[in-house]
């Protein structure tokens, strides 16, 4: 809101430069937003891909889990007025392997009611192959 308020106050003041630094970061800070939006449902999402290839089943919890989070990080990534995406595959990928660390951190939690490690979750599932599961999912329109 600070923010706001000084473009106003330099807008006012003839002073574009200075509006225009402002204006460069709120869009970063919005962009900031965005990315951890993203990454919470990312993380959800890679959560219960986990548990699926670590328990070699899956449930209707789940399911609707992994079906809502895509949805949501489709939505995020939507720019509605401009057209396109805030993020690019390329990034979608980097935030899916950022998200990953505390996806198997909380899996450890809950495949086989936390039987497993840390160390032993991550022998016992394919990370590669659960992001690329996770992208797919979410550039598939």
Do not use: C, F
Not at 68 to 75: A, K, L
Not at 111 to 133: A, D, M, T, W
Request: aromatic share 4%; net charge negative.
């Amino acid at each position: 809101m600070e923010e706001l308020l000084e473009l106003k106050d330099l807008l006012l003041k003839g002073d574009v430069p200075g509006a225009l630094v402002i204006v460069e970061e709120l869009e970063e800070m919005s962009r900031n937003d965005i990315i951890k939006t993203i990454r919470s449902y990312a993380i959800i999402l890679l959560l219960h891909l986990i548990k699926q290839q670590a328990e070699n089943r899956t449930t209707r919890s789940w399911d609707v889990s992994i079906r809502n989070s895509v949805r949501e990080i489709q939505r995020t990534n939507k720019r509605r007025k401009a057209g396109g995406y805030y993020l690019s595959s390329e990034e979608l990928l980097e935030t899916l392997q950022e998200a990953y660390l505390n996806a198997i951190d909380e899996a450890t939690l809950e495949v086989e009611e936390g039987r497993y490690q840390l160390e032993e979750l991550e022998q016992l599932v394919n990370q590669e192959k659960i992001i690329n599961s996770a992208l797919n999912l979410i550039t598939s329109q």
